[in-house]
């Protein structure tokens, strides 16, 4: 039967279709209510004529079309980086800023907006990413300090290097105490590999970093650690994650923050982030010569963490057709898209345990703010102290 491999001669191949439930690693139970017990548009009603807070409430996205996906992708990517659908004919549009309900304890907007929390504490939350690429995807935001994007931690260098690196020390304790500390977890996902001694050392194993543009415009510190789903690293190999120029991995926020006021700008909405790269590159840390080192090092993650066996999975999608493991047959009524939408459900650590009706279940953040609560990065002086929280 013809594969379909594209005319470059080369194809893909991933494991699809999850036979058995696998390790789980449960998020931290609540109970605490939304401080605002409504939706996000009856929260707008009250911050009426702040102009700062009903701004940082919404996001400019291109929604994937996708039926089972549906996400809210940066206005710059030409396909979904959730699915790897087309977002050439989608407009741009806005949607609410979920990062910001969940900071000021909001209810709910189009969904109930409770967190699957791994971490908090009175000025960061750490929590895992609903639209995994792999069963241990965490984001960890400021929640006392509002910046947008990674733009403005250019604004002070210094600052923004104690900011992520915050944001950095949290999601390293969850990874290493939460999912490395599950025997589970560590034996089937992990592979049993030896628990990184140190933070930094555990960086050789995760992709973590800050888009720009973001997908939530609040800031917000992407943190990935590998093994990749088998569909998400696919995705990966044909360039629609980690993108160039798009992506700023740990390693070049942290360099290049620490030249400090050789790289201070005044910054605002349109500070290009091609002359920030080019500003860096000019004080010596070339973005270019990181995001490609960053890519060879997570092929390397992948494959040192090659946890996932065929035994697990029905079926393998060829060149985006199913494929039956066993008979090598193709499944003409399985859908890509859809299997990979039920794998990431079953692989996914966001929102366990699941509920009796096998849905994700959550919490709301304990140190939820009120809008005078949350100061603007860029002018207010609030110093950061880097600390790692106690789990």
């Not at 939304?34 to 102009?51: C, L, Q, S, W, Y």
């Not at 291109?62 to 996400?71: D, F, I, L, T, W």
């Not at 070049?252 to 050789?262: D, N, P, S, T």
Request: hydrophobic share 35%; proline share 6%.
């Amino acid at each position: 039967m013809p594969l379909g491999t594209p005319g470059t001669g080369v194809g893909l191949l991933y494991l699809a279709k999850v036979k058995d439930e696998l390790p789980h690693v449960h998020a931290q139970s609540g109970g605490q209510d939304p401080i605002f017990n409504d939706t996000i548009e009856k929260f707008r009603a009250t911050v009426a004529g702040n102009e700062q807070v009903l701004a940082s409430l919404r996001n400019q996205v291109k929604v994937c079309p996708n039926s089972n996906c549906k996400k809210p992708c940066a206005y710059t990517l030409t396909c979904c980086n959730a699915c790897g659908t087309s977002l050439e004919d989608v407009e741009v549009s806005y949607n609410d800023n979920v990062f910001m309900g969940f900071i000021y304890g909001i209810a709910s907007g189009k969904f109930p907006y409770k967190i699957s929390l791994r971490n908090e504490t009175p000025d960061l939350l750490c929590f895992d990413d609903p639209l995994a690429l792999s069963p241990c995807h965490l984001n960890c935001i400021p929640t006392s300090t509002y910046i947008s994007d990674l733009r403005y931690l250019f604004s002070d260098p210094e600052r923004g290097l104690l900011l992520v690196e915050s944001l950095w020390e949290m999601s390293a304790s969850v990874a290493l105490q939460q999912f490395w500390g599950n025997p589970a977890y560590k034996s089937k996902i992990l592979g049993d590999a030896p628990t990184p001694a140190s933070a930094d050392d555990l960086l050789e194993l995760v992709a973590t970093g800050m888009n720009f543009p973001p997908s939530m415009y609040q800031l917000h510190l992407q943190f990935i650690l590998f093994p990749m789903m088998p569909f998400q690293y696919a995705m990966a190999k044909e360039g629609l994650h980690f993108h160039h120029g798009r992506f700023f991995p740990l390693e070049w926020l942290r360099k290049a923050l620490a030249l400090g006021r050789k790289v201070q700008l005044t910054v605002d909405d349109s500070t290009e982030i091609s002359s920030i790269i080019q500003k860096v590159k000019d004080a010596g840390v070339d973005y270019n010569a990181v995001h490609s080192e960053m890519l060879a090092k997570y092929d390397q993650a992948q494959r040192r963490l090659a946890t996932w066996n065929e035994a697990d999975f029905e079926c393998q999608v060829i060149n985006g057709n199913v494929f039956d493991s066993k008979t090598e047959t193709r499944k003409s009524n399985l859908d890509a898209k859809s299997l990979q939408a039920a794998d990431t459900k079953i692989l996914q650590n966001y929102g366990r345990p699941y509920d009796e009706n096998g849905k994700p279940t959550g919490s709301y953040y304990r140190n939820a703010k009120r809008p005078g609560e949350v100061v603007n990065f860029v002018s207010n002086p609030k110093r950061f102290k880097m600390v790692t929280a106690a789990l």
